[in-house]
């Protein structure tokens, strides 16, 4: 059951499908949002809070996009931080992560979200990224799915053949399916280039430290820059493509005013 402390009007649910995620931060849906530094979770309790971030200036309105409030991140400092718990972890099943994304036409290496045992740690980690080579840390305009077993021993990295940052939005999705990455971009499964792929994946991914928008790791100097909307984590689902069509269809933060 969907769990959402806020009164919508019209009533709104992140799930696609019959396929309920685990946890949702849906800008553009949150018309509570306002002033505050809290990035609400539509789904249970996993709520966000802005760092180095003013909620007057960087929950902006994307005119070009219908009005619509989406975060902005200024690659500089900006980031979000989600507390860590079991829940956002997504064990040993095939698992999705559906997110709408706005970054310039320019290189970057930008993560767009990742969660890891600490914030300097590689144990196990899940993550999505602007760049040309994300597991390399090198800039670029691709989008990048990377997943850490146990540290660099079981590993796999892919990003997009395609460039994909040019200034406007697109939604993203990066699926994992118990064997293999897949990257969807506006509802097109992507042909993929290998970053780095090694060992065997035997294990479940459990990283123990705090999910994070924006950011690689806060000693890094990572930072993304763009803006973002509507992430969703279907953990234990592998989206399909009329799933993925379903979300993309819905413009969900594309045009639709909070």
């Not at 200024?74 to 972890?89: E, K, R």
């Amino acid at each position: 059951m969907i769990i959402n402390a806020h009164n919508f009007t019209p009533p709104f649910s992140p799930a696609v499908n019959g396929k309920t995620p685990v946890a949702a931060w849906i800008e553009s849906r949150d018309p509570e949002a306002t002033l505050s530094t809290v990035i609400t979770d539509f789904v249970g309790s996993n709520d966000g809070t802005m760092t180095n971030m003013d909620p007057a200036t960087d929950r902006v309105s994307d005119t070009g996009a219908g009005g619509v409030r989406a975060l902005d991140f200024d690659g500089s400092n900006d980031y979000v931080t989600i507390p860590h718990a079991s829940v956002l972890n997504p064990g040993s099943s095939a698992f999705s992560i559906s997110c709408w994304i706005k970054p310039p036409n320019s290189n970057q290496f930008g993560p767009i979200l990742q969660k890891r045992n600490s914030d300097g740690g590689i144990g196990q980690v899940y993550a999505l990224a602007v760049a040309g080579d994300a597991f390399n840390q090198i800039v670029g305009k691709k989008i990048s799915m990377t997943l850490l077993w146990n540290s660099v021993s079981v590993v796999r990295s892919f990003r997009t053949v395609a460039d994909v940052a040019d200034g406007n939005w697109h939604h993203i999705v990066g699926i994992w399916t118990g064997s293999a990455i897949q990257i969807w971009v506006d509802g097109v499964n992507q042909s993929l280039a290998s970053e780095f792929s090694a060992g065997t994946p035997s294990t479940a991914i459990n990283p123990s430290g705090a999910l994070r928008l924006g950011v690689n790791t806060t000693s890094s100097g990572s930072y993304y820059t763009g803006r973002q909307d509507d992430v969703r984590l279907f953990h234990g689902y592998q989206l399909d493509s009329t799933d993925i069509a379903a979300l993309y269809a819905s413009g969900a933060g594309r045009g639709v005013s909070a």
